[in-house]
Structures are given as C-alpha cells and as structure tokens.
C-alpha cells in the first residue's frame, strides 16, 4: 500500500470513529424512551413533561414534519436563485466584476447563523406578516394561506431565512460546476446556432448531477439549522399544511427544551431520540448528494 495513503489511514479512522462514537451515545441515551412508549416518539405529536415519570409521553411527530416542511420551503426558493446566479456569474458578468459578486456570495455563506436570525426577527418576519395579513385577507380559501398568524413566525419565515442561508451555499457548488464545463462544449453547442437561452439550457443539463448534489447538500444543511429557525419559526407543536402556521423543527426543539430537560426523568432520552431522527435524516440526504456527485464523476 502507497505510504502515503498508510499515513492518512488514522485520520481517516479518526474521523468514523468520531461518527459512530457520536451514533452510539444518541442510541444508547434513545433506550430509555423507545422502552417507555416505543416508536411512538415518532409517531405522536404529544409534549407532556410531568415529574411522574409514568405521565411523561413525548412525541416528536410535528418537528419531523416542520423540519422536512421548511426545508423544503427553502429550496424551493433557493434552487432557482442559485441556478440564475451561477449562470449570471459565469457567463453575463465581465471577467473583472466576477469576483465582486463571488467574494460577497462566499462571504455570506461563512456568516455565523445568529446573525441571520436576528436580521430575521428585525427585519425579515415583520416584513413577511404584512405580506401574511393581506394573503390571508385575500386568499384564504387557499390552504396554504389558510392560517391567520398576524405575529410573522411561522413555517414561511424560517423557509425564507433558509433560503436566504443555503443560497450561497449551492450558488457556490453550482457556478463551479458549470465553469468547469471544457470550452469545447460550449463552443460546440453555440455552433449549432443555438440562441444564449437555449444554449444555457443544455449547459445546465451537462451539470444536472452537479445540481441535484448541491441541492441535496444545501437540504440537508437546511435540516440541520437550529438557532436562526429557532428565532423565526414560532416554536409551537403544530403540524399544519398553512404556510402561515407557526411550528417547530427538530434543531429548534433540541436547543428550547435541553436546558429544563434534566428536571425530567425521560426528556433527556426524548430529546436524544430527536436528534438521532435528525442524524438519520441528515446522513441520508448528505450520502445521497454524495452517491450522485460519485455516479456522474464529480467526486
């Protein structure tokens, strides 16, 4: 074996060790509350704390639903903002002026995620509940907009901060893909007297694995969030179709009740079975980016 590879052999190890270390503490904390009420932590949407340990019943069901909800939310935002970006970035603006837009998008993707929630508590959601009010007033015999939530925290907001969060993210992976496409396509494709339109359309198809990973990735970024969608989401156990509804995810769930957890005999061990529903969900959405970047050659 290359010695080299002999040599990054224990970083490699490290690193699985650290994952599966991390997988076996949130199963063996999960024991207790799959032995109280089963995969019920799953499947209910109930949140009683009782110091009777016997009268505790939790049930996780609305933030696995508000987590997948959102992040669904915020790449259906994000995908074709990231998409027109990179196009833009590669192709319209001057080679100087590249970097005036590269270097801010790469910045905004490093920023601290407080930041965006309190940009989003300030600025982001009373913007979106006068937007709420009259949609509501005009629309709601549309189910989306079906709930009255004059205070602006609610799925909508929290989709929105994500979106606004993973945009930077998949513009990122997506403009260096398609920059990446060899000269000689395009010159091929431009020869058939395609218009630019058209052109960029089979560009963006020579990418599409690249697309789909980035956007799997940024989605399973969007799972993952906790402290901005904790601020704008409304914090309530709520399952609702309206985008106007305000709910929870499993991040925000995790980081409110962690820190009164411990006065309960079985919160702990439920708050732990919500993270490992998180890593499951998360690990499967980034494996699955990944296996597609691996099929296409792209990684």
């Known amino acids: 074996m290359d010695q080299f590879k002999i040599f990054l052999l224990p970083v490699v190890g490290l690193v699985f060790g650290i994952i599966i270390l991390m997988l076996l ?26 110091e009777v ?7 996780i069901l609305s933030a696995i639903y508000g987590t997948i909800y959102i992040s669904t939310i915020a790449i259906t935002i994000s995908l074709p903002i990231s998409i027109g970006l990179a196009v833009f970035v590669a192709d319209l603006m001057p080679r100087r002026l590249k970097e005036l837009l590269i270097i801010p998008t790469d910045i905004m993707a490093g920023l601290p995620t407080i930041l965006y929630g309190i940009w989003g508590v300030f600025v982001l959601v009373p913007t979106l509940a006068e937007i709420m009010k009259f949609l509501h007033g005009h629309f709601s015999f549309i189910p989306l907009f079906s709930y009255y939530n004059p205070t602006g925290f609610s799925y ?9 969060m993973v945009t930077p993210f998949a513009t990122s992976l997506i403009r260096e893909a398609y920059m990446a496409i060899p000269n000689i396509y395009r010159e091929a494709v431009y020869s058939l007297g395609l218009t630019r339109f058209e052109a960029t359309k089979v560009l963006l198809n020579y990418i599409k694995p690249a697309i789909i990973a980035g956007t799997l ?28 509804a305000p709910g929870y995810t499993i991040s925000s769930l995790i980081a409110n009740q962690f820190g009164n957890a411990f006065a309960y005999k079985l919160m702990p061990s439920a708050l732990f079975s919500a993270g490992l529903a998180l890593f499951t969900i998360g690990l499967i959405v980034n494996i699955a980016g990944l296996i597609v970047l691996k099929r296409w050659g792209y990684a």
Request: no cysteine.
């Open 25 to 50: 503490v949130f199963t063996l904390n999960s024991i207790p509350i799959f032995q109280h009420e089963g995969v019920a932590i799953y499947t209910t949407n109930i949140w009683k704390a009782s």
């Open 53 to 59: 340990a016997e009268e505790e019943f939790y049930g």
């Open 156 to 164: 909508l907001s929290a989709g929105v901060l994500l979106a606004i």
């Open 217 to 244: 990735l940024a989605f399973g970024r969007a799972v993952g969030e906790t402290v901005a969608v904790s601020l704008v989401i409304g914090n309530a156990f709520n399952i609702d179709a309206s985008l106007f």
